[in-house]
Nanobody, 117 residues
Framework: QVQLVESGGGLVQAGDSLRLSCAASGRTNSIPAIYWLRQAPGREREFVAAIVWSGDSKYYADSVKGRFTISRDNDKNTVYLQMNSLKPEDTAVYFC??????????WGQGTQVTVSS
């Protein structure tokens, strides 16, 4: 089992930056990839970014390309999501999750990001 804890959310103004962290514990050597997803009020949860745990591959949603950067510190078992040039439409609860194949097998509790205009 893998446990995930997100942190770093907050209330910012449009154009500001935030860095989210996703700290993993437990069987971290079994993680294939970590995904960041977000869910805004009244909307379905959507993919934001992903990183392979033991490789260099990174993936982004079109809506965040060029603004968000996902990275990993294996020594700290932590994945980061650097979010720059934030927009009001980025307001959501952000979750990190372990993905195995087509399934998400572990989730964090989520962290709220609110971007005011």
């Amino acid at each position: 089992q893998v446990q995930l804890v997100e942190s770093g959310g907050g209330l910012v103004q449009a154009g500001d930056s935030l860095r989210l962290s996703c700290a993993a514990s437990g069987r971290t050597n079994s993680i294939p990839a970590i995904y960041w997803l977000r869910q805004a009020p009244g909307r379905e949860r959507e993919f934001v970014a992903a990183i392979v745990w033991s490789g260099d591959s990174k993936y982004y949603a079109d809506s965040v390309k060029g603004r968000f950067t996902i990275s990993r510190d294996n020594d700290k078992n932590t994945v980061y999501l650097q979010m720059n040039s934030l927009k009001p439409e980025d307001t959501a609860v952000y979750f990190c999750a372990v993905r195995r194949g087509t399934q998400y097998t572990s989730w964090g509790q989520g962290t709220q990001v609110t971007v005011s205009s």
